[in-house]
T-cell receptor, first 115, second 114 residues
Framework: AQKVTQAQTEISVVEKEDVTLDCVYETRDTTYYLFWYKQPPSGELVFLIRRNSFDEQNEISGRYSWNFQKSTSSFNFTITASQVVDSAVYFC????????????FGSGTKLNVKP | GAVVSQHPSWVICKSGTSVKIECRSLDFQATTMFWYRQFPKQSLMLMATSNEGSKATYEQGVEKDKFLINHASLTLSTLTVTSAHPEDSSFYICRGQVEDTEAFFGQGTRLTVV
């Protein structure tokens, strides 16, 4: 079964619009980590955030914010006032208590921000 | 922050030849190195996990004789694609890990086999 689901394959927005990328995860563990990574066209993976399962506080970092809701097993990512440089593929990932080093990646959401 | 340097960033090789990809952890010691493969428009798929000084553990469906992984030191891990074929063309990326801390990805290698 898919442990991390990113249902949005591709999203296109116009610059300055807000956009939310969805991530739904599945785990039986009570202790786990959730991640978001950005992959620009050059290919490298840029770390954005790591959140452990005991910390449900929403986080804001500049134009980025994350909404973690255990009740719906979701860890959504919102970009406010999007910019062209935000265009990339974004991956959500999960690691579980039995092996925190093993990441389960979602299929990714390609974000296109048009000027 | 910590950096994993991966080389080459891209390579084109002839079918039947072997290609070696290196990942070096520059300012930390990666006790574990993970190797992923990413086909176009797809997610990252874990190929194998290697711990320094021991044999790599391969994921189901990954041929260990074709994808040779060496993790001889805490700062260097290599992936060799042996007898490469066009279907091996992909983006390969490594990830260094220090115990239960943040992971550090290499820049990736785009392999094209012609």
């Amino acid at each position: 079964a898919q442990k991390v689901t990113q249902a949005q394959t591709e999203i296109s927005v116009v610059e300055k619009e807000d956009v939310t990328l969805d991530c739904v995860y599945e785990t039986r563990d009570t202790t786990y980590y959730l991640f978001w990574y950005k992959q620009p066209p050059s290919g490298e993976l840029v770390f954005l955030i790591r959140r452990n399962s005991f910390d449900e506080q929403n986080e804001i970092s500049g134009r980025y914010s994350w909404n973690f809701q255990k009740s719906t097993s979701s860890f959504n990512f919102t970009i406010t006032a999007s910019q062209v440089v935000d265009s990339a593929v974004y991956f959500c990932a999960l690691s579980e208590a039995d092996n925190f080093n093993k990441f389960y990646f979602g299929s990714g959401t390609k974000l296109n921000v048009k000027p | 922050g910590a950096v994993v340097s991966q080389h080459p960033s891209w390579v084109i090789c002839k079918s039947g030849t072997s290609v070696k990809i290196e990942c070096r952890s520059l300012d930390f010691q990666a006790t574990t190195m993970f190797w992923y493969r990413q086909f176009p428009k797809q997610s990252l798929m874990l190929m194998a996990t290697s711990n320094e000084g021991s044999k790599a553990t391969y994921e189901q469906g990954v041929e260990k004789d074709k994808f040779l992984i060496n993790h001889a030191s805490l700062t260097l891990s290599t992936l060799t694609v042996t007898s490469a074929h066009p279907e091996d063309s992909s983006f390969y990326i490594c990830r260094g890990q220090v115990e239960d801390t943040e992971a550090f990805f290499g820049q990736g290698t785009r392999l094209t086999v012609v």
